[in-house]
């Protein structure tokens, strides 16, 4: 029901945007006449209120963009049998929730690159944080962390992924997160929502720091020099501290307010967080019986490899102005 109800919400706001569009556009005299109010989750104030048709423009954009994550997690939660069981999320929805996710990235992108170039400074002085570029880009790039972390799991389950494959996800997963971390880094956000958003990318981050690492040390242990055995010990342990890391921010971030229940484990971290374990502490036991004489803890971590992140925003362009309130 609750995927339904969000699908109707969007194809309502698809319908509403022409008109507010006929509104913004150059030559309208209505632009700055009517003034616009939405409640604000990160920022201090509670709604915000301006004479600007492109701030109504920007909120239905962002709000179009909250519905896409909402639908997208929605199909990764297993579904309740009638017995009382959860059952296993099917590949088809995992597949629909990347393709969900990469459509509320193309909300976003289209909200800072269309919509926010058409305000005045003055104007974009006066949003909220929750439109603010930085915590757009950080949603945008949080949608595409979330849809190549659905990826991974895949390739987790699927016998013919590659190790290669799975660490260069895992590492574009990384590059996802850390923009995300960026861009909302030194924004005012509000206790509550916005301390929760942060904690939230800092989490996500973390897990995949640590999935990175992990396909990493595998890879590098393939290598059959002490140079390359001391290099994947460095990268597992490194897993392991990263995913340590993201236990105590997850931790953070369902006791923060407004409280939230902690899930069981998921998705890629489901498969991970024993192996991480298990396989850091094995490949430090055979490193320490083969190189007796080596200093571990002064061993440097290995960088990660660099990928460009494979998957993009869908585009979304903005529809064609609606003739009549244009005329009005």
Not at 114 to 130: A, F, I, Y
């Amino acid at each position: 029901a609750g995927a339904s109800t969000s699908a109707d919400l969007v194809q309502a706001l698809e319908e509403y945007l022409p008109v507010i569009l006929g509104m913004a556009k150059d030559g309208s005299e209505l632009e700055d006449k009517i003034q616009f109010a939405w409640m604000n989750q990160e920022d201090d104030a509670e709604e915000t209120a301006l004479p600007s048709a492109w701030y109504e423009v920007l909120s239905v954009l962002h709000m179009m963009a909250m519905l896409r994550l909402s639908q997208a997690n929605s199909l990764l939660l297993p579904k309740t049998s009638l017995e009382g069981y959860h059952t296993k999320v099917s590949e088809e929805n995992k597949r629909a929730s990347v393709e969900v996710f990469l459509k509320a990235a193309g909300h976003l992108e289209c909200a800072m690159h269309q919509v926010l170039p058409r305000m005045s400074p003055e104007k974009r002085k006066g949003l909220p944080v929750d439109l603010s570029e930085g915590v757009l880009k950080a949603t945008c790039m949080q949608a595409l962390g979330q849809a190549i972390d659905v990826q991974l799991g895949l390739a987790i389950d699927s016998p013919k992924a590659t190790l290669a494959v799975k660490r260069r996800l895992a590492c574009e997963m990384v590059k996802c997160w850390q923009q995300a971390h960026e861009s909302i880094a030194d924004i005012p956000l509000l206790d509550g929502w916005g301390e929760k958003h942060r904690l939230f990318v800092k989490w996500k981050h973390m897990e995949a720091k640590a999935a990175a690492y992990y396909y990493h040390g595998l890879i590098l242990d393939e290598g059959n020099t002490e140079k390359s055995h001391r290099a994947a010990v460095a990268a597992l342990q490194s897993a392991e501290e990263s995913l340590r890391e993201s236990r105590a921010v997850c931790e953070a971030f369902h006791t923060a307010s407004p409280f939230s229940r902690s899930p069981t484990l998921w998705g890629s971290m489901k498969y991970l967080h024993d192996k991480i374990h298990k396989d850091s502490n094995c490949k430090v036991r055979i490193n320490k019986d083969l190189y007796s004489n080596v200093d571990r803890t002064h061993e440097t971590v290995p960088a990660l490899p660099d990928f460009a992140v494979a998957l993009q925003p869908e585009e979304y362009r903005l529809p064609r102005t609606d003739a009549a309130s244009a005329n009005d």
